[in-house]
Every structure is written in C-alpha cells, then in structure tokens.
C-alpha cells in the first residue's frame, strides 16, 4: 500500500531554513509526480509545489517562489522541500502528496502523507 | 492565476440530509476539478477527480458534476462519517489552487 512519510519539521527562527523530507514506498516512486500542500493552523489547504515523474519540471505557488525549492531523488524513492528566507506565515503543517497521474498524465494528488509540523517563530 | 471559491462556507445538516457544495472558478478549467475531505488532524482523502469519476473506495454517495467554471459535490444521503471539511481543487494549471473550504456539520 501507499505509504508517504514526512520528516524534518521543527522550530525555526524568521530567516531561518530547513530541509523536509517524504520517504515513498508501496507504488513506483519515479512513475509519479510529487506535490508539497501546507495548512497553516486553523486554515485552509494551500498548495506549495509541484515536481515532475521525472524532475524535469517544478512548479511553486508565488508565495513561496523564489525561497523553497522542491527537488526528488528516486533512486531513494525521497522528495524533499527545501525551505529558505522562512517567515512566520510560513508556519503550517506540510504534507507530501502523490499526484495520481501516472507519467505525467495531468492530474491531482490522490494519497498523502500525515504531514509534518513547521513553526517559525523567534 | 485562478481563483477558487466554495459555498457555503458553513453547512448545518442532519444524518440523512441531501447536501450539495458549490465550487466556482475564476475562469474556465474544463474538467480538472477534484474534491478532498478532511477530518480534523488528519490528512485530506481524495473523494472525486477530473469532476466526476469517483476516486476507488469511495461510498457511491457521493457524486460531482460540472464543468467549466461551475462543480457540484453532492451527498445524498448525509452519514455520521460525512462530518468533515470538503475542498475542491483545480488543476487545470501548474497552480493546483484549493477552494476555501465548506465545514459541515451537525445541525
């Protein structure tokens, strides 16, 4: 089965960065794009980025542009998000998703993980 | 970049009840709609892709329609499991952007 498991969360000062990592296991991990979605506490889902089967493309919302970078390796069957420049609205749970779509074919994400919690606050 | 919006925000509603949410784009998105339910504290569950087909595992109560700007998500008769958060998603663009969410819960 479809598992995603999200690490690396934490306490963090404003400016500050760090490193989120997703282990993927129970489906072919380099057939599937990956997507990183946020909530922050008591709000709604916001969508953050988008990586290819492949890496060959990303794609981030604007809030975050320019300061995450989401990147994958499948030969460990890992996605990461890369936070930098973090500010406290950043705070939020992150969770990993797989997108449904199988090599590309456009899609939405269909299984997630149970996410992972970032505060950023001095 | 296209905008989501839901309604209502809030649905009171009893175990039984037909519940229908509304999702509305900004412009159009054909097809590439889906609909998330959430629970508090936990991850979203993916209930219906690409408008209408409904996601493997999922009660037939549920059921979307729509196409264009305008989607439904409809519950026909409303279960004691149903009272959750439900988001709908576009992703006609490499934006993926959720709606503001509609609570339902028990009247």
């Known amino acids: 089965q479809v598992q995603l498991v999200e690490s690396g969360g934490g306490v963090v000062q404003p400016g500050g960065s760090l490193r989120l990592s997703c282990a993927a296991s129970?489906?072919?991990?380099?057939?599937?794009?990956m997507h990183w979605v946020r909530q922050a506490p008591g709000k709604g889902l916001e969508w953050v980025a988008f990586?290819?089967?492949?890496?060959?493309?990303?794609y981030y919302a604007d809030s975050v542009k320019g300061r995450f970078t989401i990147s994958r390796d499948n030969s460990k069957n890992t996605l990461y998000l890369q936070m930098n420049s973090l500010r406290a609205e950043d705070t939020a749970v992150y969770y990993c998703?797989?997108?449904?779509?199988?090599?590309?074919?456009?899609?939405?994400?269909?299984?997630w993980g149970q996410g992972t919690l970032v505060t950023v606050s001095s | 970049d296209i905008q989501m919006t839901q309604s209502p925000s809030t649905l009171s509603a009893s175990v039984g009840d037909r519940v229908t949410i509304t999702c509305r784009a900004s412009?159009?998105?054909?097809?590439?709609l889906a609909w998330y339910q959430q629970k508090p504290g936990k991850a979203p569950k993916l209930l219906i892709y690409?408008?209408?087909s409904l996601e493997s595992g999922v009660p037939s109560r549920f059921s979307g329609s729509g196409s264009g700007t305008e989607f439904t998500l409809t519950i026909s008769s409303l279960q004691p499991d149903d009272f959750a958060t439900y988001y709908c998603?576009?992703?006609?663009?490499?934006?993926?952007?959720f709606g503001p969410g509609t609570k339902v819960d028990i009247k």
């Open positions: 998703a797989k997108d449904k779509g199988n090599r590309g074919l456009r899609s939405s994400p269909d299984y």
């Open positions: 412009q159009s998105i054909s097809s590439w």
């Open positions: 129970g489906f072919t991990f380099s057939s599937y794009g």
């Open positions: 690409k408008a209408s």
């Open positions: 990586i290819r089967y492949d890496g060959s493309n990303k």
């Open positions: 998603q576009q992703y006609n663009s490499y934006s993926f952007t």
